[in-house]
């Protein structure tokens, strides 16, 4: 096996760690898993899934039901160790052998310099507090989350917010990828954005890395520029010359299968935004859908959300956000389509209009345990645009959020909007 040769003469491979094992992380790590089984001079070719652990019952669309032990709670990972599936977020989906579900967030991203993150955006706090300290200090990170982080002091891209917290430098994977679909190998494309320092295949081994300690000597640490173009917070340490470079060849080799084109691009801002703001249009488009208005109006939900999408990112990641990447790549206009036309953001909103119910409860009822990342982001945004008194600008993105609230109707949309 081992069929790239590029990389010759590094003496060490990339052990990759998925941390998280949702319906789109589970897809992540089959995607990876498939990939470093084919390069195994890269990467070592078992991949760690870190997967919260919960009692599970094997589902009829499983080929592993079984009616006389249906009702027998088991440990996820336990069931995904011997029959490659994950029953409970990716069920009917046969996972390559080369995962290993782990219930130890530390055990799992011990030795790894490739993490995946790849979970509800709610859960990433928690996640990094516990491996803080933990990891190789010069791993590198891909954050596959869609959402957006808002404290007090303002808003952050969870790639940046996981670097900064890890001491790391994390890049970003987004797109037009609806997680049922590319799990099927039905073909897709998607947007990664990474764009570290260029020297990270230049240097010494650090001692904390080596397999002969006594040949390592002092690291410099390397001050970057984050996603906004200006100096991070965080001085990483440089990859050891032991490994193969982790540049754009080596993460597309990761990522790419021929039912899931990879786009590599340098915009980490864009990609991380794209993805975030798209899910608050998504329960827009479902809103209107619901209420039986029709192809035009989720194309003109579509138009002002885009609108509203490439504004955000001029106004608050001015530095380094391009245009192009909403308006060209798949992390943007694509993603935007896909997600209003059948994301479970657009299918939850739809059914609670139609239903005259919640959309939580909706996703409470419906999803099995799989979370909505577009109601939290609708209420960040929200209070971050309130805070600086700028609601009125962002009247799509205000409307959603006072839907959610209660506090305004989807009939209400026509007019808040138009001004745009
Ligand atoms: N599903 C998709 O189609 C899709 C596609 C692209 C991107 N995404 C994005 O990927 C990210 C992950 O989504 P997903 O679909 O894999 O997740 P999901 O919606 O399937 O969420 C369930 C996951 O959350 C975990 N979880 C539950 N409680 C937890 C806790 N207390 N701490 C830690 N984990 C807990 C569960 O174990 C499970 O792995 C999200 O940001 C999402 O927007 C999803
Ligand atoms: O199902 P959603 O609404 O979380 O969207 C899934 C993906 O983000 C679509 O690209």
């Not at 490739?114 to 990170?141: D, S, T, W, Y």
């Not at 570290?196 to 970057?224: C, F, K, L, W, Y």
């Not at 827009?284 to 039986?292: I, L, Y």
């Not at 577009?374 to 805070?387: D, I, R």
Request: aromatic share 8%; hydrophobic share 35%; glycine share 8%.
């Amino acid at each position: 096996m081992g069929s790239s040769n590029f990389l010759g003469g590094h003496s060490r491979k990339h052990k990759v760690t998925i941390v998280g094992s949702g319906n789109w992380g589970s897809t992540i790590a089959k995607i990876i898993a498939e990939n470093t089984r084919e390069h195994t001079d890269v990467f070592e070719e078992n991949v760690q899934m870190w997967v919260y652990e919960e009692d599970v019952t094997i589902p009829k669309e499983s080929k592993h039901y079984n009616e006389s032990t249906a009702d027998t709670p088991q440990k996820l990972t336990e069931v995904i160790n011997k029959y490659h599936e994950n029953v409970k977020y990716l069920p009917g989906v046969a996972l390559p052998p080369n995962i290993v579900a782990n219930p130890s967030l530390n055990d799992a991203v011990q030795n790894s310099t490739i993490l995946i993150f790849n979970l509800p955006h709610q859960f990433i706090r928690k996640v990094c507090e516990g491996i803080r300290g933990e990891i190789m200090p010069f791993a590198r990170g891909i954050s596959c989350i869609k959402g957006v982080n808002v404290t007090d002091d303002g808003i952050s891209l969870f790639s940046e917010w996981i670097g900064d917290d890890l001491g790391i430098y994390c890049g970003a994977l987004s797109g037009a990828n609806i997680a049922s679909e590319i799990a099927q190998e039905k073909w897709s494309e998607t947007t990664i954005a990474y764009d570290p320092p260029p020297m990270d295949s230049r240097a010494p081994t650090p001692r904390n890395a080596s397999p002969n300690p006594d040949a390592a000597g002092e690291i410099p640490e390397i001050q970057h520029l984050d996603a906004r173009g200006r100096k991070s917070k965080t001085k990483l340490t440089p990859l050891p010359i032991e490994y193969p470079p982790l540049d754009h060849n080596c993460f597309r080799m990761l990522f790419h299968r021929p039912y899931f084109h990879v786009q590599m691009v340098s915009d980490v801002a864009g990609v991380s935004l794209g993805g975030a703001l798209k899910n608050i249009v998504a329960l827009a488009a479902g809103f209107v859908d619901g209420r039986g208005w029709g192809d035009n109006a989720k194309a003109a939900i579509m138009r002002i959300g885009l609108m509203e999408m490439v504004k955000f990112g001029k106004e608050f990641f001015s530095e380094t956000v391009r245009t192009g990447t909403f308006t060209e790549s798949s992390a943007g206009v694509a993603d935007l389509i896909t997600s209003s036309s059948g994301g479970r953001n657009f299918r939850c909103a739809r059914k609670a209009v139609e239903k005259g119910v919640s959309v939580q409860d909706v996703e409470r009822e419906d999803l099995n345990g799989q979370k909505l990342q577009g109601t939290s982001t609708a209420h960040e945004v929200n209070s971050f645009l309130k805070a600086r008194g700028l609601e009125a600008e962002y009247p799509l993105f205000t409307a959603v959020d006072g839907i959610l609230r209660g506090e305004k109707k989807v009939d209400d949309i026509p007019a808040l909007v138009s001004d745009t």
